[in-house]
């Protein structure tokens, strides 16, 4: 497996200015990651998306540093015109291939807010994401680039949700992307989580959260509630509840070789999250290596 770097977990330094999407790709590379996943594109200079996605795409041709995954947004149940949107992701697979990715992910929803009178469970919506999904993912295969859905939102954030879309969908260029973390989300055990998703799984986050029981004194800032009413708070990879080498093990069982990437959104500074994460999850794989 190769380890990349999501440029989410450097957000908080693009916010400062400091570095851009442009200079992650050095930043990775200096760090000793094997390839980088873009969220979204986020232009510096005020060149067009499509220009930027080049320019990112050159900067890691030139720096030897693959691109594993672009990742965006999708809102296929909230939105006032399903085609409309359809085809705005469709565009977002023009810009991963532009970018030189090979897998996207896109949401589907982000989950309903009060007052929506829409569906209420996912078994009902399943046919109208599925629709979307299949319609994305068909024309994307056309520029070899793979679409993949995240476990994201507490509305399909649970791993059944995600087994029941992707054989709905039941289209050779469609997977799941496991965030094996974000299970926590949803209060769902990731080792059970992973187990289900793994033979769908092409793409991997790795995530790790600090958990506080919902029946245990409110930790405060910055933490946030789960679906069930407990805690959690961002970690570096292999410090929080998140059984991370457990789920690389159950993934790596199942015969996935592809990227995992680092997602970091906890406290602590992120060049310092990654370099103890990174360091962990070499180690977590060694080990695996080693017990075949």
Same mark, same amino acid.
Not at 124 to 143: D, Y
Not at 199 to 222: N, R
């Given at each position: 497996m190769r380890i990349s770097l999501s440029t989410y977990s450097l957000s908080r330094r693009m916010e400062e200015g400091s570095l851009t999407q442009l200079s992650c790709i050095a930043k990775a590379k200096e760090m000793g990651f094997d390839s980088i996943e873009f969220a979204d594109i986020w232009p510096h200079d005020g060149s067009s998306k499509e220009e930027y996605a080049k320019r990112l795409r050159e900067e890691c041709q030139r720096l030897d540093l693959p691109v594993s995954a672009y990742v965006t947004g999708a809102e296929f149940l909230q939105c006032e015109d399903l085609s409309g949107e359809i085809d705005r992701v469709r565009h977002e697979a023009e810009l991963a291939a532009l970018l030189g990715a090979p897998k996207m992910r896109h949401d589907v929803t982000s989950g309903y807010p009060a007052g929506y009178c829409g569906p209420?469970?996912?078994?009902?919506?399943?046919?109208?994401?599925?629709?979307?999904?299949?319609?994305?993912?068909?024309?994307?295969?056309?520029?070899?680039?793979?679409?993949?859905?995240?476990?994201?939102?507490?509305?399909?954030?649970?791993?059944?949700?995600?087994?029941?879309?992707?054989?709905?969908?039941?289209?050779?260029?469609? %997977?799941?992307?496991?965030?094996? *973390?974000?299970?926590?989300?949803?209060?769902?055990? =990731? @080792?059970?989580? #992973?187990?289900?998703?793994?033979?769908?799984?092409?793409?991997?986050?790795?995530?790790?959260?600090?958990?506080?029981?919902?029946?245990?004194?409110?930790?405060?800032?910055?933490?946030?509630?789960?679906? %069930?009413?407990?805690?959690?708070? *961002?970690?570096?990879?292999?410090?929080?509840?998140? =059984? @991370?080498?457990? #789920?690389?093990?159950?993934l790596k069982y199942a015969g996935f070789d592809g990227d995992v990437s680092i997602e970091f959104e906890g406290l602590e500074e992120p060049e310092l999250a990654l370099t103890l994460g990174l360091q962990n999850l070499r180690r977590y794989l060694k080990e695996l290596e080693t017990t075949e």
């Open positions: 209420r469970s996912f078994d009902n919506s399943l046919p109208t994401l599925a629709r979307a999904c299949r319609e994305v993912t068909a024309f994307a295969a056309e520029l070899g680039v793979r679409t993949m859905v995240e476990n994201h939102s507490w509305f399909c954030g649970n791993s059944d949700c995600l087994e029941k879309l992707a054989n709905a969908v039941n289209h050779p260029n469609f %997977g799941l992307l496991c965030d094996m *973390g974000n299970f926590l989300d949803c209060d769902e055990d =990731p @080792v059970l989580a #992973c187990s289900r998703v793994a033979p769908y799984t092409i793409h991997v986050h790795a995530k790790d959260f600090h958990l506080k029981k919902g029946t245990e004194t409110d930790p405060g800032e910055a933490f946030f509630y789960t679906r %069930g009413g407990n805690r959690i708070r *961002g970690a570096i990879v292999g410090h929080g509840a998140v =059984p @991370v080498r457990q #789920c690389l093990g159950i």
